[in-house]
């Protein structure tokens, strides 16, 4: 069966650095773009991050340029999202998603693949604390 499963996520002061994980079970991340989304409590989910198949684009929203970087990892099957800096604002709990054949990664694949992808996991907490 399809799974993504998020991971990495904890609770840090304001200024540190988290990695989640994107993980792939029973299948291969290899043909997907994969999308990092975050929902705050009480807040619409919110796209994050794109990197696409073949990792040669990657897409940051505003609030993060500079502070997240988004890779990936075929042959451990893992996407990962690396978080320096991190903000109060920064606190939710963090989905990873995949667009099949995403090639180009830019503001309205978030769009796109919120609305399409089927197999939403449990997340991971991020919490930025003083």
């Known amino acids: 069966q399809v799974e993504f499963v998020e991971s990495g996520g904890g609770m840090v002061h304001p200024g540190g650095s988290l990695r989640l994980s994107c993980a792939a079970s029973?299948?291969?991340?290899?043909?997907?773009?994969i999308l990092w989304f975050r929902q705050a409590p009480g807040k619409e989910r919110e796209g994050v991050s794109c990197?696409?198949?073949?990792?040669?684009?990657?897409y940051y929203v505003d609030s993060v340029k500079g502070r997240f970087t988004i890779s990936r990892d075929n042959a451990k099957n893992t996407v990962y999202l690396q978080m320096d800096n991190l903000k109060p604002e920064d606190t939710g709990v963090y989905f990873c998603?995949?667009?099949?054949?995403?090639?180009?990664?830019?503001?309205?694949?978030?769009?796109?693949?919120?609305?399409?992808?089927?197999?939403w996991g449990q997340g991971t907490q991020v919490t930025v604390s003083s």
């Open positions: 998603a995949g667009g099949i054949s995403t090639v180009l990664c830019r503001a309205p694949t978030f769009e796109v693949v919120g609305r399409r992808f089927p197999y």
């Open positions: 990197i696409s198949m073949y990792g040669n684009s990657t």
């Open positions: 029973g299948f291969s991340l290899e043909h997907y773009g």
